[in-house]
C-alpha cells in the first residue's frame, strides 16, 4: 500500500516527521484508521470489479483534506484494464 511508501519516503529527517505527523492529523479528523481505510479500499474494489477489470496493485486510496477548511476528502486513483461487456440475458 502506498501509505507505507509515504511514511516511508526518502527525505530529511524533519520532512519526514512533519509528513507523518499530517498523515496522523488527517487520519485522526476523518476520524478513519489505516484498517479502516484498507476495509474501504478492498470494498470499493469489490463493487467495482463487477463492472470494470482494474489492476489492484496499483490501486491508491488515500484519506486528505482540503486546501480550504480542512475538510477531510477520500481520494481514489483506480487504474482500470478493461470495461466488462454487459450481459443481457
Known sequence: MDILNFLG???GTKDTAKDRLKFVLI???A???TDLLEMLKNDIFKVISNYMEI???EL???IATTDN???PVLYA???IKNIKK???A
Do not use: A, F, L
Request: net charge negative.
Open 60 to 62: 491508491d486510496m488515500q
Open 9 to 11: 519516503r526518502q527525505h
Open 55 to 57: 489492476d489492484e496493485e
Open 27 to 29: 487520519h485522526d479528523r
Open 69 to 71: 477548511d480542512g475538510t
Open 86 to 88: 454487459k450481459n443481457n
Open 31 to 33: 476520524n478513519c484508521s
Open 77 to 79: 486513483n483506480i487504474p
